[in-house]
């Protein structure tokens, strides 16, 4: 007999489900705004701060890169306490998610400050504007304006790599799926449902983006 797919289970959990939604939804938006703003500050440092800021930032962003998500959640969640830093779960997940994002987030607008014209520098100099100022007020904008494709993919990945902090019981649409399959068994219904709604985050999530593109680049969405 072939198997049976049963999702009757569905009028007692969704409210589980919802929650880890919620959750969800809660760590991307305050990840990507929190992270996307320390990728900035950062490739502000890497591009035209200070001399002694530049390695400490490269180092931190080239650690980021080069090692796994899960380990960074872990070493913040478990590692962390030992030094005296105590923190809940979805504070955990928030912090590894904000870092994670701020050290991508960082080279992606390091490059759009690099393919920037040296003439938008030169205008923010020639109005007496300090280096920050003319970063702030002349290059951000069309820096944010070339990559923004780039980042809004970034942010949409940190949000489905989000999936991992269930491994510190952060309860998010993940942990809701674990906990609806440990309780009805139906592992594949569970999962083939968390699937489906991480693809309509995933999509959705895109869409809104995009839409921000569209406010903050109006010539962009012009063309």
Known sequence: MGYVFDYSWLADYWGVLLKGVLVTAEL?????????????????????????????????????????????LFFIFFGLPSLGVQMSEIQAALLAMVINLGAYSCEIVRAGIQATGQGQFEAGWSLGMTRFETFRY???????????????????????????????????????????????????????????????????????????????????SGR
């Open 28 to 72: 991307t938006l305050v990840g990507a705004t929190l992270g996307v703003s320390l990728g900035v500050a950062c490739a502000w440092a890497r591009s035209l701060g200070p001399r002694w800021l530049k390695p400490i930032v490269a180092t931190y962003v080239e650690l980021i890169r080069n090692t796994p998500f899960l380990i960074q």
């Open 138 to 220: 002349v290059v951000l904008i069309p820096a944010l304006q070339k990559i923004w494709p780039a980042l809004s993919s970034q942010i949409v990945i940190v949000m489905l790599g989000s999936a991992v902090v269930s491994q510190i019981a952060a309860e998010d649409l993940s942990f809701a799926a674990n906990f609806i399959q440990s309780r009805t068994f139906r592992a594949f219904e569970s999962y083939i449902v968390a699937t489906l709604i991480y693809l309509a985050l995933a999509i959705l999530l895109r869409q809104l983006l995009r839409g921000v593109g569209f406010v903050l680049f109006p010539r962009r």
